[in-house]
């Protein structure tokens, strides 16, 4: 079996929940024999059952919805996964919370979307309203940008709000999110924390709507995705 691995965020058309438990999880390739359905077995029960199946050695696989994360089954293979919990509460444990520190030392509160430059992980913590960095090399988890408190407010690291980002993606300078109660796209410098309003409503407002038109005038109603090619983003609103 090989176990594939996607964001909620690109699963939210078909679940209607998203991150049952508040662990980070990670999927480590594993080809030991007899280990196909390790994965399955380590997420145990912070996950919804979506069905099972069987692949062609017979061995039962369950597709799993859990912590943000879909693991699923590709039954064209036999590689096999190894599920870990390098940060946020250790496996077992599912509190949630907001604290930064090492491993599973830090806390996350509904853990939404990731993405990574190579060197850091990039974490939308929706229901701490920040955006996390945690270091792949060390594991440290710091607040790139919000406090923990729900806003809309621009301004550098700590002092920017945000409220419920939902969507994340990099083109390796900035960080682009989909501030999803705000209605807006906002845009962190990586570099200095510095955060601004692409598009949508400036500043301290927070209309809703369906305009297509250039930067602050422009119009979404709670966008929960973003990517981009390098050239553009794509966003989704509910």
Do not use: W
Not at 107 to 121: E, S
Request: proline share 5%.
């Amino acid at each position: 079996m090989r176990l594939r691995i996607l964001t909620c965020v690109l699963l939210l058309q078909l679940f209607s929940a998203c991150s049952v438990g508040h662990p980070l999880v990670g999927l480590l390739p594993n080809e030991a024999a007899g280990t196909e359905n390790t994965a399955v077995a380590l997420l145990g029960l912070t996950g919804a059952a979506l069905g099972g199946t069987t692949d062609g050695n017979g061995v039962a696989c369950t597709p799993t919805f859990a912590n943000g994360l879909y693991i699923g089954c590709d039954l064209s293979a036999n590689l096999s996964g190894l599920v870990s919990t390098p940060y946020g509460p250790a496996q077992g444990t599912n509190p949630p919370g907001y604290a930064d520190g090492t491993g599973n030392t830090a806390r996350f509160q509904f853990p939404y979307d990731m993405t990574t430059d190579g060197v850091n992980l990039y974490v939308a913590d929706a229901q701490n309203h920040t955006i996390r960095q945690i270091a792949m090399a060390t594991g440290a988890v710091t607040t790139l940008a919000g406090n923990g408190t729900i806003g809309d407010a621009d301004g550098t690291s700590t002092g920017a709000r945000f409220s419920s980002p939902t969507g994340i993606t990099t083109d390796g300078t900035n960080l682009y999110i989909a501030d999803t109660g705000n209605n807006k796209i906002r845009q962190i410098v990586i570099a200095s924390g510095v955060v601004t309003t692409l598009a949508g409503p400036g500043p301290g407002t927070t209309t809703s709507g369906n305009v297509d038109a250039t930067g602050t005038a422009a119009r979404f109603n709670r966008p929960i995705g973003i990517t981009t090619d390098g050239t553009n983003l794509y966003t989704i609103g509910i």
